[in-house]
């Protein structure tokens, strides 16, 4: 294999069936052939993509959601954020959902990456952007989102996932890229 010789480890699609379909999950069983000619069905769930945005104010803070996800039963700091729904665009779903969560408008919007936070059997891509600042328009009406939002300092986010409390993929993805200062620029 050379170094960019992809075909000696590429799966092949032979088909796909749906075994299952709903407004938030398709789940189907895909036709795949490995290189060594094995071939088998290999379960793909694909979901809505999803959008979230870091919001960082002029000290230096981002605003972070405290929340509790039933399907672990467990709390963290989450960034705002949600679905895109079919055919928008996952700018204005990120600055929708600030909206909603937050009761703040963002100043601006930046995309900053998209990933696949589970490639190997989910199709869920998620859009990161950055805000730097946001402007109140009023109380959030998702009002279950969140049990409390906070504006923490951005030196304190390795502390918090390092004590588990930055847990979520897309949150992680987000801060962590931040922090990076990739883009070439230092946030």
């Given at each position: 294999?050379?170094?960019?010789d992809e075909t000696s480890t590429r799966w092949?699609?032979?088909?796909?069936?749906?075994?299952?379909?709903?407004?938030?999950?398709?789940?189907?069983?895909?036709?795949?052939?490995?290189?060594?000619?094995?071939?088998?069905?290999?379960?793909?769930?694909?979901?809505?993509?999803?959008?979230?945005?870091?919001?960082?104010?002029?000290?230096?803070?981002?605003?972070?959601?405290?929340?509790?996800?039933?399907?672990?039963?467990?709390?963290?700091?989450?960034?705002?954020?949600?679905?895109?729904?079919?055919?928008?665009?996952?700018?204005?779903?990120?600055?929708?959902?600030?909206?909603?969560?937050?009761?703040?408008?963002?100043?601006?919007?930046?995309?900053?990456?998209?990933?696949?936070?589970?490639?190997?059997?989910?199709?869920?891509?998620?859009?990161?952007?950055?805000?730097?600042?946001?402007?109140?328009?009023?109380?959030?009406?998702?009002?279950?989102?969140?049990?409390?939002?906070?504006?923490?300092?951005?030196?304190?986010?390795?502390?918090?996932?390092?004590?588990?409390?930055?847990?979520?993929?897309?949150?992680?993805?987000?801060?962590?890229?931040?922090?990076?200062?990739?883009?070439?620029?230092?946030?």
């Open positions: 294999m050379t170094e960019h092949i699609r032979h088909g796909e069936r749906t075994i299952y379909d709903n407004r938030w999950i398709r789940l189907t069983l895909v036709d795949v052939e490995l290189p060594d000619g094995q071939r088998f069905e290999h379960h793909v769930a694909h979901l809505l993509p999803a959008a979230m945005t870091v919001i960082l104010d002029d000290e230096n803070r981002l605003l972070m959601m405290w929340r509790h996800r039933f399907v672990t039963d467990r709390w963290g700091w989450e960034l705002p954020g949600g679905l895109v729904d079919p055919g928008e665009d996952p700018a204005v779903t990120a600055a929708r959902e600030i909206e909603e969560e937050t009761g703040l408008r963002p100043r601006s919007l930046e995309h900053l990456v998209s990933f696949q936070p589970m490639v190997g059997m989910v199709d869920s891509e998620h859009h990161v952007f950055l805000a730097r600042g946001a402007d109140r328009v009023g109380e959030p009406t998702e009002v279950t989102e969140a049990q409390r939002l906070e504006w923490v300092p951005l030196a304190r986010i390795p502390e918090l996932i390092a004590r588990g409390e930055i847990w979520n993929s897309g949150t992680l993805v987000a801060v962590l890229h931040v922090l990076a200062g990739l883009k070439g620029r230092p946030v």
